[in-house]
């Protein structure tokens, strides 16, 4: 009698083959019920997004009348499919995050009005499925200017020059809103989307946004020193702290107004 255990990692091909060489009705019965209950556990979750997808559809056309009321009913346009397809498809998975959602829907809105169409590229779509929530939530805070002070901190050797780094980026004094490790990651993401730029060569030339961003970590510095205080002599080392600035590339700044609806008009 053959085998009749069913292989796990089999694709559904040889699964199918394995079917055919049951040899009893029986086992037939037990080996198919199996390759149904997998099809259907592999499906569901697709399944799911089907069953949600008008709905989503309505509920993005919701979002859009807001975006759009205070727009000429002359000026609503029919979006370009390359930017409006892809963008509709990937707001059906994140309608339970706002910031993502919005982020999708302010894109569409700039693609249906015809004095903003300009403003939209297919790229930005793309940008959005690789950014989280979080990174939405710091490029938002990040935009309010577009040079931002930020600063790194390492503990430095007096005479050999040698360094430590504790922390490459702190950007914002507000720790609880933005906590540092969450938080560099976002802004490297941001980086390597080319949103922003971290430029170590410049400097901001308000030295009070400096001190309000030492003054949020000093708790932590202070920690660092006293758990490396036996890897660190103490009165060799010393806490110093590089001063530089995050830039709103341009690049970025186009996206800001395509998906965040950013007018940069309050900046100085």
Request: proline share 4%.
């Amino acid at each position: 009698m053959a085998n009749t255990s069913l292989n796990v990692n089999l694709g559904i091909a040889e699964v199918v083959k394995e079917v055919r060489e049951t040899e009893t009705v029986g086992e037939m019965d037990k080996t198919s019920a199996l390759v149904i209950r997998a099809i259907h556990a592999a499906l569901s979750p697709l399944e799911k997004w089907v069953m949600q997808k008008e709905y989503n559809l309505a509920e993005t056309k919701k979002l859009l009348e807001v975006k759009l009321k205070d727009i000429p009913a002359e000026n609503i346009i029919t979006p370009p499919s390359y930017v409006a397809v892809p963008a509709l498809q990937s707001i059906a998975y994140c309608m339970d995050d706002r910031e993502l959602r919005d982020m999708y829907a302010e894109l569409l809105a700039h693609s249906m009005n015809i004095n903003t169409i300009d403003n939209v590229h297919p790229t930005f779509v793309e940008i959005i499925k690789q950014m989280s929530p979080f990174d939405a939530v710091v490029f938002k805070e990040l935009i309010k200017e577009l040079v931002v002070p930020c600063i790194g901190i390492k503990y430095v050797n007096k005479s050999t020059k040698a360094s430590y780094p504790i922390h490459d980026i702190v950007a914002f004094s507000n720790l609880d809103n933005f906590p540092l490790v969450p938080t560099q990651i976002s802004l490297e993401n941001l980086e390597r989307l080319r949103l922003i730029e971290v430029n170590k060569s410049a400097k901001y030339n308000n030295s009070l946004k400096y001190d309000d961003l030492k003054n949020s970590v000093k708790i932590i510095s202070d920690n660092f020193v006293n758990d490396n205080i036996n890897t660190f002599n103490i009165n060799e080392y010393q806490i110093i702290y590089d001063e530089f600035v995050i830039l709103i590339r341009g690049f970025g700044q186009f996206f800001a107004r395509a998906c965040l609806g950013a007018d940069f008009k309050n900046i100085d």
